[in-house]
């Protein structure tokens, strides 16, 4: 059974960082695409940053210049640097995968951006 377990979230004030990670378990095929997604209180789950198993990546417009997406294929891990924190970034981050054609979901993470 294949799972997707992230770690990393946690309370940070507006300006700072955290850097959020997912590990993917239950399967031998590389997942690609992996990816992060956030849902804040009332909003819809919405792209973040996406990281195919070539490398190339997408970036949400709120977020780029300020997050970097990063993977490690052999370990099927997948990393978010999330600088420059703002009050908007607070929200529930679920690490994405596909493997084989199916879509995977982690639990989710919480990350809180206040003063």
């Known amino acids: 059974q294949v799972q997707l377990v992230e770690s990393g979230g946690g309370l940070v004030q507006p300006g700072g960082s955290l850097r959020l990670s997912c590990a993917a378990s239950?399967?031998?095929?590389?997942?690609?695409?992996m990816g992060w997604f956030r849902q804040a209180p009332g909003k819809q789950r919405d792209l973040v940053a996406i990281?195919?198993?070539?490398?190339?990546?997408n970036y949400s417009d709120s977020v780029t210049g300020r997050f970097t997406i990063s993977r490690d294929n052999a370990k099927n891990t997948v990393h978010l640097q999330m600088n420059s924190l703002k009050f908007e970034d607070t929200a529930v981050y679920y690490c994405?995968?596909?493997?084989?054609?199916?879509?995977?979901w982690g639990q989710g993470t919480l990350v809180t951006v206040s003063a």
């Open positions: 990281i195919m198993d070539s490398g190339s990546t």
């Open positions: 239950g399967t031998i095929f590389t997942m690609s695409p």
């Open positions: 994405y995968g596909i493997s084989r054609g199916n879509n995977y």
